[in-house]
Protein backbone atom coordinates (compact mmCIF):
# COMPACT_ATOMS: atom_id res chain seq x y z
CA UNK A 1 0.00 0.00 0.00
CA UNK A 2 1.25 3.21 -1.34
CA UNK A 3 0.89 6.14 1.54
CA UNK A 4 1.01 9.44 -0.21
CA UNK A 5 2.09 12.66 1.87
CA UNK A 6 -0.30 15.37 2.01
CA UNK A 7 2.53 18.17 3.11
CA UNK A 8 1.11 21.70 4.09
CA UNK A 9 3.93 23.04 1.89
CA UNK A 10 2.51 21.63 -1.23
CA UNK A 11 -0.72 23.68 -0.54
CA UNK A 12 0.00 26.97 -2.47
CA UNK A 13 -1.85 29.78 -0.01
CA UNK A 14 -0.97 31.93 -2.76
CA UNK A 15 -3.50 30.07 -5.23
CA UNK A 16 -6.25 30.43 -2.85
CA UNK A 17 -8.57 32.58 -3.93
CA UNK A 18 -8.59 34.94 -1.40
CA UNK A 19 -10.68 38.23 -1.80
CA UNK A 20 -8.24 40.44 -1.29
CA UNK A 21 -9.65 43.89 -0.40
CA UNK A 22 -7.83 47.29 -0.36
CA UNK A 23 -7.69 49.13 3.03
CA UNK A 24 -7.10 52.62 1.19
CA UNK A 25 -10.24 51.74 -0.84
CA UNK A 26 -11.94 50.65 1.92
CA UNK A 27 -11.01 53.52 3.80
CA UNK A 28 -11.91 56.00 1.52
CA UNK A 29 -14.98 54.69 0.63
CA UNK A 30 -16.40 53.98 4.53
CA UNK A 31 -14.84 56.91 5.73
CA UNK A 32 -16.45 59.30 2.70
CA UNK A 33 -19.60 57.34 2.60
CA UNK A 34 -20.15 57.97 6.32
CA UNK A 35 -19.16 61.49 6.00
CA UNK A 36 -21.33 62.05 3.17
CA UNK A 37 -24.35 60.71 4.84
CA UNK A 38 -23.91 62.36 8.55
CA UNK A 39 -22.74 65.88 6.67
CA UNK A 40 -26.23 65.52 4.63
CA UNK A 41 -28.26 64.49 7.43
CA UNK A 42 -27.42 67.68 9.52
CA UNK A 43 -27.96 69.81 6.47
CA UNK A 44 -31.29 68.51 5.62
CA UNK A 45 -32.25 68.80 9.70
CA UNK A 46 -31.19 72.31 9.90
CA UNK A 47 -31.78 73.30 6.63
CA UNK A 48 -35.63 72.09 7.20
CA UNK A 49 -35.86 73.65 10.60
CA UNK A 50 -35.16 76.89 9.41
CA UNK A 51 -36.85 76.66 6.21
CA UNK A 52 -40.46 75.47 8.73
CA UNK A 53 -39.92 78.55 10.74
CA UNK A 54 -39.17 81.22 7.81
CA UNK A 55 -41.99 79.87 6.22
CA UNK A 56 -44.31 79.54 9.00
CA UNK A 57 -43.44 81.24 11.90
CA UNK A 58 -46.01 84.29 11.28
CA UNK A 59 -49.21 81.85 10.69
CA UNK A 60 -47.89 79.95 13.93
CA UNK A 61 -47.52 83.35 15.96
CA UNK A 62 -50.81 84.46 15.03
CA UNK A 63 -52.85 81.09 15.99
CA UNK A 64 -50.44 81.09 18.86
CA UNK A 65 -51.92 84.40 19.68
CA UNK A 66 -55.40 83.83 19.17
CA UNK A 67 -56.08 80.73 21.11
CA UNK A 68 -54.11 81.75 23.99
CA UNK A 69 -55.89 85.03 24.03
CA UNK A 70 -59.64 83.37 23.62
CA UNK A 71 -58.30 81.06 26.31
CA UNK A 72 -57.71 83.47 28.66
CA UNK A 73 -61.31 85.33 27.70
CA UNK A 74 -62.99 82.03 28.36
CA UNK A 75 -61.36 81.62 31.68
CA UNK A 76 -61.89 85.53 32.73
CA UNK A 77 -65.82 85.37 31.78
CA UNK A 78 -65.72 82.69 34.26
CA UNK A 79 -64.20 84.58 37.25
CA UNK A 80 -66.00 87.64 36.40
CA UNK A 81 -69.44 85.84 36.17
CA UNK A 82 -68.77 84.62 40.01
CA UNK A 83 -68.26 88.44 41.65
CA UNK A 84 -69.61 91.43 41.49
CA UNK A 85 -66.53 93.25 43.83
CA UNK A 86 -65.25 96.06 41.67
CA UNK A 87 -61.98 95.68 43.50
CA UNK A 88 -61.73 91.75 42.78
CA UNK A 89 -62.84 92.31 38.89
CA UNK A 90 -60.01 94.72 38.89
CA UNK A 91 -57.48 92.34 39.98
CA UNK A 92 -58.87 89.93 37.48
CA UNK A 93 -58.45 92.37 35.13
CA UNK A 94 -54.96 93.19 35.82
CA UNK A 95 -54.14 89.40 36.01
CA UNK A 96 -55.73 88.94 32.50
CA UNK A 97 -53.53 92.29 31.00
CA UNK A 98 -50.16 91.31 32.42
CA UNK A 99 -50.88 87.59 31.05
CA UNK A 100 -51.88 87.98 27.62
CA UNK A 101 -50.50 91.64 27.38
CA UNK A 102 -53.90 92.98 26.60
CA UNK A 103 -56.26 95.65 26.98
CA UNK A 104 -59.81 94.72 28.51
CA UNK A 105 -63.08 96.70 28.01
CA UNK A 106 -66.45 95.94 29.31
CA UNK A 107 -69.46 96.69 27.12
CA UNK A 108 -73.03 97.06 28.74
CA UNK A 109 -76.37 96.29 26.53
CA UNK A 110 -76.33 99.87 25.55
CA UNK A 111 -72.95 99.75 24.03
CA UNK A 112 -70.94 101.94 26.51
CA UNK A 113 -67.82 100.26 28.12
CA UNK A 114 -68.27 100.20 31.77
CA UNK A 115 -65.45 101.75 33.35
CA UNK A 116 -63.74 99.76 35.69
CA UNK A 117 -60.94 101.15 38.11
CA UNK A 118 -57.81 99.39 37.76
CA UNK A 119 -54.94 99.64 40.35
CA UNK A 120 -52.74 102.37 39.14
CA UNK A 121 -52.78 105.99 37.46
CA UNK A 122 -55.85 107.19 36.78
CA UNK A 123 -54.53 109.10 33.86
CA UNK A 124 -52.99 106.36 32.80
CA UNK A 125 -55.93 104.15 33.37
CA UNK A 126 -57.74 107.11 30.86
CA UNK A 127 -55.39 106.74 28.61
CA UNK A 128 -55.64 103.07 28.07
CA UNK A 129 -59.52 103.16 27.61
CA UNK A 130 -59.63 105.57 25.50
CA UNK A 131 -57.67 103.68 22.99
CA UNK A 132 -59.59 100.56 23.58
CA UNK A 133 -62.67 102.76 22.56
CA UNK A 134 -60.91 103.88 19.49
CA UNK A 135 -60.16 100.45 18.42
CA UNK A 136 -63.46 99.18 19.29
CA UNK A 137 -65.47 101.54 18.42
CA UNK A 138 -63.67 101.46 14.56
CA UNK A 139 -64.97 97.31 14.97
CA UNK A 140 -68.52 97.84 16.27
CA UNK A 141 -69.68 100.65 14.30
CA UNK A 142 -71.70 97.89 12.45
CA UNK A 143 -75.03 96.90 15.76
CA UNK A 144 -75.17 93.66 13.85
CA UNK A 145 -71.80 92.45 14.91
CA UNK A 146 -72.80 92.43 18.52
CA UNK A 147 -75.70 91.08 18.25
CA UNK A 148 -74.02 88.61 16.71
CA UNK A 149 -71.33 88.15 19.62
CA UNK A 150 -74.32 88.00 22.04
CA UNK A 151 -75.81 84.46 19.75
CA UNK A 152 -73.03 83.02 19.43
CA UNK A 153 -72.03 83.00 23.44
CA UNK A 154 -68.10 82.16 22.27
CA UNK A 155 -65.12 84.19 22.11
CA UNK A 156 -64.34 86.01 18.32
CA UNK A 157 -62.11 87.25 17.06
CA UNK A 158 -60.77 89.71 14.66
CA UNK A 159 -57.68 91.50 13.27
CA UNK A 160 -57.40 94.78 12.31
CA UNK A 161 -56.11 95.88 8.47
CA UNK A 162 -52.65 96.76 8.17
CA UNK A 163 -52.42 100.42 6.84
CA UNK A 164 -48.87 101.58 6.39
CA UNK A 165 -47.00 101.79 9.68
CA UNK A 166 -49.89 101.58 11.56
CA UNK A 167 -49.58 98.88 14.27
CA UNK A 168 -51.93 95.76 13.75
CA UNK A 169 -54.31 94.79 16.46
CA UNK A 170 -55.98 91.27 17.48
CA UNK A 171 -59.61 91.76 19.13
CA UNK A 172 -61.12 89.09 20.86
CA UNK A 173 -64.79 89.29 22.12
CA UNK A 174 -67.12 86.62 24.40
CA UNK A 175 -70.58 87.73 25.30
CA UNK A 176 -71.44 87.71 28.99
CA UNK A 177 -75.49 87.02 28.92
CA UNK A 178 -75.60 86.63 32.40
CA UNK A 179 -74.87 90.56 32.88
CA UNK A 180 -75.93 91.76 29.59
CA UNK A 181 -72.28 92.61 28.77
CA UNK A 182 -69.59 91.85 26.52
CA UNK A 183 -65.99 91.97 27.29
CA UNK A 184 -63.20 92.47 25.03
CA UNK A 185 -59.85 92.33 25.08
CA UNK A 186 -57.39 94.41 22.43
CA UNK A 187 -53.51 93.12 21.93
CA UNK A 188 -51.17 94.71 19.68
CA UNK A 189 -49.54 92.46 17.31
CA UNK A 190 -45.65 92.56 16.94
CA UNK A 191 -44.07 93.59 13.41
CA UNK A 192 -43.74 89.71 12.65
CA UNK A 193 -42.04 90.72 9.34
CA UNK A 194 -39.43 92.22 10.49
CA UNK A 195 -38.48 90.04 13.24
CA UNK A 196 -39.16 87.45 10.54
CA UNK A 197 -36.31 89.27 8.13
CA UNK A 198 -33.67 89.83 11.27
CA UNK A 199 -34.23 86.31 12.14
CA UNK A 200 -33.75 84.86 8.92
CA UNK A 201 -30.58 87.13 8.36
CA UNK A 202 -29.80 85.49 11.61
CA UNK A 203 -30.16 82.16 10.31
CA UNK A 204 -27.81 83.25 7.22
CA UNK A 205 -25.08 83.41 9.55
CA UNK A 206 -26.25 80.61 11.75
CA UNK A 207 -26.18 78.42 8.67
CA UNK A 208 -22.85 79.13 7.95
CA UNK A 209 -21.17 78.23 11.20
CA UNK A 210 -23.54 75.23 11.72
CA UNK A 211 -22.09 73.88 8.32
CA UNK A 212 -18.85 74.52 9.25
CA UNK A 213 -19.45 72.60 12.36
CA UNK A 214 -21.43 69.75 11.03
CA UNK A 215 -18.42 69.16 8.67
CA UNK A 216 -15.65 69.03 11.31
CA UNK A 217 -18.05 67.10 13.55
CA UNK A 218 -18.74 65.10 10.15
CA UNK A 219 -15.54 64.37 9.99
CA UNK A 220 -14.67 63.06 13.67
CA UNK A 221 -17.75 61.01 13.78
CA UNK A 222 -17.16 59.05 10.91
CA UNK A 223 -13.26 58.64 11.69
CA UNK A 224 -14.62 57.62 15.62
CA UNK A 225 -16.87 54.66 13.55
CA UNK A 226 -14.33 53.67 10.48
CA UNK A 227 -11.49 52.99 12.83
CA UNK A 228 -12.17 49.81 14.65
CA UNK A 229 -13.62 48.77 11.27
CA UNK A 230 -10.66 49.56 9.30
CA UNK A 231 -8.71 47.60 12.33
CA UNK A 232 -10.91 44.84 11.86
CA UNK A 233 -10.19 44.62 8.32
CA UNK A 234 -6.33 44.79 8.87
CA UNK A 235 -6.80 41.67 11.30
CA UNK A 236 -8.92 39.77 8.80
CA UNK A 237 -7.00 40.41 5.71
CA UNK A 238 -3.69 39.42 8.11
CA UNK A 239 -5.75 35.82 8.78
CA UNK A 240 -5.99 35.78 4.97
CA UNK A 241 -2.55 35.70 5.31
CA UNK A 242 -2.20 32.92 7.64
CA UNK A 243 -0.77 35.77 10.06
CA UNK A 244 -2.22 35.54 13.07
CA UNK A 245 0.32 37.51 14.85
CA UNK A 246 -2.05 40.85 14.55
CA UNK A 247 -5.05 41.16 17.41
CA UNK A 248 -7.93 43.60 17.33
CA UNK A 249 -7.31 46.12 20.50
CA UNK A 250 -10.65 47.30 20.28
CA UNK A 251 -12.29 47.40 24.06
CA UNK A 252 -16.31 48.04 23.09
CA UNK A 253 -19.35 47.29 24.51
CA UNK A 254 -21.03 46.98 21.69
CA UNK A 255 -21.80 44.75 18.32
CA UNK A 256 -18.13 46.27 16.71
CA UNK A 257 -16.16 45.13 20.30
CA UNK A 258 -17.91 41.93 20.09
CA UNK A 259 -16.87 41.43 16.43
CA UNK A 260 -13.29 41.99 17.76
CA UNK A 261 -13.54 39.26 20.38
CA UNK A 262 -15.17 37.30 18.14
CA UNK A 263 -12.19 37.76 15.34
CA UNK A 264 -9.56 37.17 18.06
CA UNK A 265 -11.19 34.03 19.49
CA UNK A 266 -11.48 32.63 15.49
CA UNK A 267 -7.65 33.90 15.03
CA UNK A 268 -6.53 31.74 17.79
CA UNK A 269 -8.35 28.86 16.76
CA UNK A 270 -7.23 28.92 13.84
CA UNK A 271 -3.80 29.61 14.40
CA UNK A 272 -3.72 26.52 17.26
CA UNK A 273 -5.69 24.25 14.17
CA UNK A 274 -2.76 25.35 12.11
CA UNK A 275 0.28 24.38 14.14
CA UNK A 276 -1.80 21.07 15.09
CA UNK A 277 -1.65 20.78 11.23
CA UNK A 278 1.86 21.86 10.76
CA UNK A 279 2.97 18.99 13.86
CA UNK A 280 0.57 16.50 12.14
CA UNK A 281 2.20 16.89 8.85
CA UNK A 282 5.80 17.24 10.13
CA UNK A 283 5.38 13.60 11.89
CA UNK A 284 3.11 12.72 8.84
CA UNK A 285 6.95 13.52 6.54
CA UNK A 286 8.99 11.68 9.82
CA UNK A 287 7.11 8.47 10.04
CA UNK A 288 6.83 8.11 5.95
CA UNK A 289 10.55 9.23 5.56
CA UNK A 290 11.20 6.77 8.36
CA UNK A 291 9.30 3.68 5.95
CA UNK A 292 11.10 4.99 3.24
CA UNK A 293 14.45 4.66 4.93
CA UNK A 294 13.23 1.16 6.63
CA UNK A 295 12.26 -0.22 2.69
CA UNK A 296 15.47 1.14 1.42
CA UNK A 297 17.46 -0.62 4.38
CA UNK A 298 16.14 -3.56 3.68
CA UNK A 299 16.24 -3.77 0.06
CA UNK A 300 20.13 -2.95 0.44
CA UNK A 301 19.96 -5.90 3.28
CA UNK A 302 18.89 -8.27 1.25
CA UNK A 303 21.48 -7.59 -1.58
CA UNK A 304 24.36 -7.36 0.95
CA UNK A 305 23.70 -10.64 2.27
CA UNK A 306 22.97 -12.42 -0.82
CA UNK A 307 26.41 -10.79 -1.87
CA UNK A 308 28.31 -11.72 1.27
CA UNK A 309 26.86 -15.43 1.63
CA UNK A 310 27.08 -16.13 -1.84
CA UNK A 311 31.20 -16.84 -1.76
CA UNK A 312 30.89 -18.84 1.93
CA UNK A 313 27.60 -20.55 0.46
CA UNK A 314 29.57 -21.54 -2.68
CA UNK A 315 32.89 -23.02 -0.99
CA UNK A 316 30.55 -24.91 1.29
CA UNK A 317 28.30 -26.43 -1.17
CA UNK A 318 31.52 -26.95 -3.44
CA UNK A 319 33.60 -28.98 -0.86
CA UNK A 320 30.67 -30.63 0.37
CA UNK A 321 29.74 -32.39 -2.75
CA UNK A 322 34.17 -33.34 -3.19
CA UNK A 323 33.73 -35.05 0.57
CA UNK A 324 30.98 -36.72 -0.80
CA UNK A 325 32.42 -37.91 -3.92
CA UNK A 326 35.35 -38.72 -1.99
CA UNK A 327 37.51 -36.70 -4.10
CA UNK A 328 39.51 -35.61 -0.85
CA UNK A 329 41.64 -38.30 0.95
CA UNK A 330 43.62 -37.98 4.13
CA UNK A 331 44.58 -34.90 5.23
CA UNK A 332 43.47 -33.14 2.22
CA UNK A 333 40.19 -34.00 3.08
CA UNK A 334 40.35 -32.72 7.08
CA UNK A 335 41.49 -29.09 5.80
CA UNK A 336 38.30 -28.99 3.50
CA UNK A 337 36.43 -29.98 6.52
CA UNK A 338 37.74 -27.26 8.64
CA UNK A 339 37.38 -24.77 5.49
CA UNK A 340 33.48 -25.57 5.68
CA UNK A 341 33.48 -25.26 9.58
CA UNK A 342 35.27 -21.99 9.50
CA UNK A 343 32.70 -21.19 6.91
CA UNK A 344 29.64 -21.77 8.84
CA UNK A 345 30.91 -20.04 11.51
CA UNK A 346 31.54 -17.01 9.38
CA UNK A 347 27.94 -16.88 7.76
CA UNK A 348 26.92 -17.31 11.96
CA UNK A 349 29.24 -14.63 13.04
CA UNK A 350 27.73 -12.53 9.60
CA UNK A 351 23.51 -13.43 10.14
CA UNK A 352 24.06 -12.63 13.94
CA UNK A 353 25.54 -8.97 13.35
CA UNK A 354 23.12 -8.56 10.67
CA UNK A 355 20.50 -9.06 12.87
CA UNK A 356 22.09 -6.67 15.65
CA UNK A 357 22.80 -3.55 12.94
CA UNK A 358 18.82 -4.49 11.98
CA UNK A 359 17.72 -3.86 15.44
CA UNK A 360 19.59 -0.57 15.88
CA UNK A 361 18.71 0.73 12.38
CA UNK A 362 15.07 0.19 13.05
CA UNK A 363 14.55 3.24 15.76
CA UNK A 364 13.02 1.37 18.02
CA UNK A 365 15.85 -0.14 19.70
CA UNK A 366 15.91 0.61 23.45
CA UNK A 367 19.56 1.00 25.47
CA UNK A 368 19.61 -0.25 28.88
CA UNK A 369 21.87 2.48 30.72
CA UNK A 370 23.70 2.45 34.01
CA UNK A 371 26.56 3.99 35.60
CA UNK A 372 29.75 2.16 35.73
CA UNK A 373 33.40 2.84 35.17
CA UNK A 374 34.67 3.13 31.82
CA UNK A 375 37.79 2.03 32.64
CA UNK A 376 37.47 -1.40 34.13
CA UNK A 377 35.41 -2.01 31.26
CA UNK A 378 38.36 -1.38 28.77
CA UNK A 379 40.55 -3.26 30.93
CA UNK A 380 38.18 -6.14 31.17
CA UNK A 381 37.35 -5.87 27.14
CA UNK A 382 41.72 -5.76 26.13
CA UNK A 383 42.28 -8.70 28.54
CA UNK A 384 40.57 -10.80 26.32
CA UNK A 385 42.85 -10.35 23.23
CA UNK A 386 45.84 -10.67 25.00
CA UNK A 387 46.36 -14.22 23.23
CA UNK A 388 45.99 -12.57 19.64
CA UNK A 389 48.43 -9.99 20.35
CA UNK A 390 51.46 -12.24 21.38
CA UNK A 391 50.44 -14.57 18.12
CA UNK A 392 51.36 -11.41 16.20
CA UNK A 393 53.68 -9.90 18.35
CA UNK A 394 51.55 -6.43 18.66
CA UNK A 395 52.79 -3.98 21.21
CA UNK A 396 49.80 -2.86 23.23
CA UNK A 397 50.35 0.99 25.08
CA UNK A 398 47.32 1.86 27.56
CA UNK A 399 46.46 5.42 29.10
CA UNK A 400 43.67 4.90 31.01
CA UNK A 401 42.33 7.60 33.73
CA UNK A 402 41.45 5.54 36.81
CA UNK A 403 37.36 6.06 38.19
CA UNK A 404 35.89 7.54 35.31
CA UNK A 405 32.08 6.93 35.75
CA UNK A 406 29.67 7.01 32.93
CA UNK A 407 25.96 6.41 32.14
CA UNK A 408 26.19 3.82 29.14
CA UNK A 409 24.78 0.41 28.40
CA UNK A 410 27.85 -1.63 29.42
CA UNK A 411 27.14 -4.18 26.95
CA UNK A 412 26.85 -2.43 23.94
CA UNK A 413 29.91 -0.29 24.75
CA UNK A 414 31.71 -3.37 25.05
CA UNK A 415 30.48 -4.39 21.59
CA UNK A 416 31.98 -0.98 20.18
CA UNK A 417 35.45 -1.25 22.17
CA UNK A 418 35.28 -5.01 20.88
CA UNK A 419 34.80 -3.78 17.19
CA UNK A 420 37.15 -0.87 17.63
CA UNK A 421 40.29 -3.32 18.76
CA UNK A 422 39.19 -6.11 16.23
CA UNK A 423 39.49 -3.56 13.25
CA UNK A 424 42.82 -2.51 14.40
CA UNK A 425 44.30 -5.78 15.17
CA UNK A 426 43.25 -6.43 11.04
CA UNK A 427 45.04 -3.67 9.92
CA UNK A 428 48.24 -4.18 12.31
CA UNK A 429 50.76 -5.84 10.59
CA UNK A 430 53.14 -8.21 12.69
CA UNK A 431 55.54 -6.35 15.20
CA UNK A 432 52.79 -3.27 15.34
CA UNK A 433 51.59 -1.63 18.00
CA UNK A 434 48.03 -0.57 19.10
CA UNK A 435 47.54 2.56 21.70
CA UNK A 436 43.87 2.66 23.91
CA UNK A 437 43.92 6.73 25.14
CA UNK A 438 41.40 8.48 27.51
CA UNK A 439 41.37 12.32 27.78
CA UNK A 440 39.17 14.44 29.84
CA UNK A 441 37.28 16.78 28.28
CA UNK A 442 35.08 18.93 30.13
CA UNK A 443 32.15 16.80 30.65
CA UNK A 444 32.76 14.50 28.51
CA UNK A 445 35.84 11.80 28.29
CA UNK A 446 38.09 10.87 25.07
CA UNK A 447 38.85 7.79 24.20
CA UNK A 448 40.71 6.38 21.36
CA UNK A 449 41.68 3.17 19.66
CA UNK A 450 45.03 4.21 17.25
CA UNK A 451 46.91 1.20 15.28
CA UNK A 452 50.31 1.27 13.27
CA UNK A 453 49.72 0.34 9.50
CA UNK A 454 48.40 2.10 6.07
CA UNK A 455 46.01 5.53 6.36
CA UNK A 456 42.60 5.47 4.40
CA UNK A 457 41.85 7.83 1.89
CA UNK A 458 40.24 10.92 2.47
CA UNK A 459 37.36 9.48 -0.40
CA UNK A 460 36.89 6.16 2.30
CA UNK A 461 36.99 7.98 5.38
CA UNK A 462 33.02 8.62 5.26
CA UNK A 463 31.92 5.08 3.34
CA UNK A 464 34.00 2.68 5.82
CA UNK A 465 30.63 3.42 8.73
CA UNK A 466 28.51 2.13 5.70
CA UNK A 467 26.87 -1.43 5.99
CA UNK A 468 29.49 -3.85 4.35
CA UNK A 469 31.57 -1.31 2.96
CA UNK A 470 35.07 -3.25 2.55
CA UNK A 471 38.41 -1.12 2.11
CA UNK A 472 40.45 -4.37 1.21
CA UNK A 473 37.51 -6.93 0.60
CA UNK A 474 40.22 -9.91 -0.16
CA UNK A 475 41.83 -9.11 3.51
CA UNK A 476 39.60 -8.47 5.03
CA UNK A 477 37.67 -11.88 4.37
CA UNK A 478 40.49 -13.51 5.15
CA UNK A 479 40.96 -12.04 8.51
CA UNK A 480 37.38 -13.05 8.84
CA UNK A 481 35.30 -9.23 9.05
CA UNK A 482 31.77 -9.55 8.18
CA UNK A 483 31.87 -5.49 6.63
CA UNK A 484 29.43 -4.11 9.30
CA UNK A 485 31.11 -3.98 12.25
CA UNK A 486 31.53 -0.02 11.64
CA UNK A 487 28.48 0.16 10.88
CA UNK A 488 26.94 -1.52 13.99
CA UNK A 489 29.56 0.98 16.32
CA UNK A 490 28.26 3.98 14.63
CA UNK A 491 24.37 3.18 15.33
CA UNK A 492 25.64 2.20 19.29
CA UNK A 493 27.38 5.54 19.47
CA UNK A 494 24.64 7.50 17.57
CA UNK A 495 22.01 6.23 20.60
CA UNK A 496 24.35 7.13 22.95
CA UNK A 497 24.41 10.85 21.83
CA UNK A 498 28.42 10.32 21.31
CA UNK A 499 30.63 12.11 19.22
CA UNK A 500 33.12 9.91 16.85
CA UNK A 501 35.43 9.49 14.50
CA UNK A 502 38.42 8.16 12.46
CA UNK A 503 41.28 10.31 11.26
CA UNK A 504 44.62 9.37 10.32
CA UNK A 505 47.89 9.87 12.39
CA UNK A 506 51.65 9.74 11.52
CA UNK A 507 51.63 6.08 12.67
CA UNK A 508 48.38 4.43 10.66
CA UNK A 509 45.33 5.13 11.63
CA UNK A 510 43.36 6.61 14.90
CA UNK A 511 39.16 6.26 15.51
CA UNK A 512 37.76 7.80 18.68
CA UNK A 513 34.37 8.20 20.54
CA UNK A 514 32.91 9.95 23.57
CA UNK A 515 30.84 9.63 26.43
CA UNK A 516 28.84 11.92 29.28
CA UNK A 517 30.40 11.29 32.06
CA UNK A 518 28.40 11.51 35.38
Not at 225 to 237: C, I, Q, R, W, Y
Not at 436 to 457: A, F, P, W
Request: glycine share 4%; with cysteine; proline share 1%.
Amino acid sequence: MKIRNIRLKDIDIKKINFKKINLKKINKSITLKLFVVTALVFIVFISSTLAIQSLFFGQFYMSKKKNDLQNGMEKFRVSYNKTTDEQKIAELIRDFEDTNNAKMLILNSNGKSKFITRPGSEKTEALRLRLINDIIKKWTMDPSIIIDIKASNKPVTILTDKRGNETRYMISAVPDNSKDEIIFAVTSLQPVNEASSVIKEFYFYFYIVALFLIVILSLIYSNMVTKPLLELNDSASKMADLDFSKKCNIKREDEIGNLADTLNFLSENLNKSLTSLKEANSKLEEDIEKERRLEKMRKEFVAAVSHELKTPISLIGGYAEGLKDDIFEGEEKDYYIDVIIDESKKMANLVADMLDLSQLESGNFKLVKEEFYIDELLKTTIKKFAAVFNDKNIKFDINFIENTKVHADWSRMEQVITNFITNAIRHTNEDGSIMVNMKQQEDRVLISIENTGENISEDEMDKIWDNFYKIDKSRTRKLGGTGIGLAIVKNILMLHGSEYGVKNTDKGVKFYFTLKKV
